[in-house]
């Protein structure tokens, strides 16, 4: 039996009113303790769609505040995608790079698919130590890391001891390593329900792209 049942509908809003104000009251005594500012080390993994799209929206929004950014593509370097036409115009805030070929089973070359993942590597640890740049995506670097195209202690290593204090790095793809895991401070796991692409429904502009 609800507490509200039997109540006439100004005691009900009476109830409501007093039960937000005492929520409140929680809220605000925890958010009071949360006074550290940092940089974070954000994945966005897992086998359901959007998680570039999220991290594609962080970078928006550091844009909107006019902050810095940089993108670095391992993956979909040669993909026409709605995100990249957006962030090119912003060219004083913004750095794209896209260093991919595309996916590994599309190349099918694995000394190539290395030598552009290093390459974008190489890219990617330039933008994270500007003192510029307020964030930094890695698109799809998961991948590579998920066919050892870099070495998972390396990638590890700079991110905890070299990123600056400051700087935000957001990081996309599936099957992302442990040891990356470990030392994000926010993980998202995008869970696959439906997708329409199991019905024979094809990559869409504007909705994949």
Do not use: C
């Not at 006019?66 to 993956?75: E, K, L």
Request: aromatic share 6%; proline share 2%; charged share 35%.
């Amino acid at each position: 039996m609800k507490k509200t049942e039997g109540m006439t509908e100004e005691e009900q809003n009476a109830y409501h009113a007093e039960k937000m104000k005492k929520k409140k009251a929680a809220r605000d005594k925890i958010l009071a303790t949360k006074t550290e500012e940092k940089g974070l080390i954000i994945v966005h993994t897992g086998k359901g769609k959007g998680k570039s799209t999220a991290a594609f929206g962080m970078a928006f929004r550091s844009i909107g505040h006019g902050h810095r950014i940089a993108v670095i593509q391992f993956v979909k370097g040669a993909w026409d995608s709605g995100e990249k036409r957006m962030l090119e115009k912003f060219p004083e805030l913004v750095t794209i790079k896209a260093m991919g070929e595309g996916f590994t089973w599309e190349t099918q070359d694995r000394n190539k698919d290395i030598a552009n993942a290093r390459a974008a590597w190489e890219a990617a640890k330039e933008a994270i130590l500007d003192p510029e740049v307020r964030l930094v995506l890695l698109d799809e670097l998961n991948i590579v890391l998920r066919y050892d195209y870099l070495p998972i202690d390396e990638v590890v290593a700079f991110l905890r001891d070299q990123k600056p204090d400051q700087t935000h790095v957001v990081i996309t793809g599936r099957n992302a390593k442990d040891e990356l895991i470990e030392i994000a401070d926010l993980v998202t796991e995008m869970t696959l329900v439906k997708h329409p692409f199991r019905s024979g429904i094809k990559a869409q502009e504007g909705i994949e792209y």
